[in-house]
């Protein structure tokens, strides 16, 4: 069964740092584009984040520079490396799976989410 | 704001018809066909219905119908059913700033 399984969320402080995991069965992350998206709190869906099969990544303006996307091959399991952190990112960070055989604009699996509060 | 314009909320009887836009720019919609739009249910994971501006996933009702005119992508829902309740967002590559951007979500609510 494919599946994703979001891990790492916690209660941080502005200015600290969080990494969030999501570990994938079914599947193998490294042959698949991978996103990452947020939820604010009754807010809407924001992308954050994609890595491409060859390694490659692009950013959200709001993360650019605060925020590393990357995966472990032997884990198969994908990580956001969140630094710098503010109030404004606090949310349901959601990973998902690009639809194979598009570009990256597309996400048809999806984990249930880990939440993320940037609070003092 | 979000980039992408849609209605706050919708609504419809069950067995009618309703169709939710999703207003972008030159940037996006316009003159890309790389529109999608996700459903998601209160407290759930957000699901893919409509990708490419008109395909449906394997396993999606053939209810939903996506479509695109101008800088103007749209979803209809024919033949609403009460579990068709759900927030619904579009979604579009764009050439501006950050490359996917996501519509501020619409509130379908089956009277």
């Known amino acids: 069964e494919v599946q994703l399984v979001e891990s790492g969320g916690d209660l941080v402080q502005p200015g600290g740092s969080l990494r969030l995991s999501c570990a994938a069965s079914?599947?193998?992350?490294?042959?698949?584009?991978m996103t990452w998206v947020r939820q604010a709190p009754g807010k809407g869906l924001q992308w954050v984040s994609v890595?491409?099969?060859?390694?490659?990544?692009y950013y959200a303006d709001s993360v650019k520079g605060r925020f590393t996307i990357s995966r472990d091959k032997a884990k198969n399991t994908l990580f956001l490396q969140m630094n710098s952190l503010r109030d404004e990112d606090t949310g349901i960070y959601y990973c998902?799976?690009?639809?194979?055989?598009?570009?990256?604009?597309?996400?048809?699996?999806w984990g249930k989410g880990t939440t993320v509060i940037v609070s003092s | 704001q979000s980039a992408l314009t849609q209605p706050a909320s919708v609504s419809g009887s069950p067995g009618q018809s309703i169709t939710i836009s999703c207003t972008g720019t030159?940037?996006?919609?316009?003159?890309?066909?790389?529109v999608s739009w996700y459903q998601q249910h209160p407290g759930k994971v957000p699901k893919l219905i409509i990708y490419?501006?008109?395909y449906r996933p394997s396993g999606v009702s053939s209810r939903f119908s996506g479509s695109k005119s101008g800088n103007t992508a749209s979803l209809t829902i024919s033949g609403l059913q009460a579990e068709d309740e759900a927030d619904y967002y579009c979604?579009?590559?764009?050439?501006?700033?950050?490359?996917?951007?996501f519509g501020g979500g619409t509130m379908l609510t089956v009277l």
């Open positions: 998902a799976r690009n639809l194979f055989g598009y570009d990256f604009y597309y996400m048809d699996v």
């Open positions: 079914g599947f193998n992350v490294n042959t698949n584009y």
């Open positions: 890595i491409f099969s060859g390694g490659s990544a």
């Open positions: 030159s940037s996006d919609i316009g003159n890309f066909n790389s």
């Open positions: 490419e501006v008109t």
């Open positions: 979604s579009s590559y764009s050439t501006s700033g950050t490359p996917v951007i």
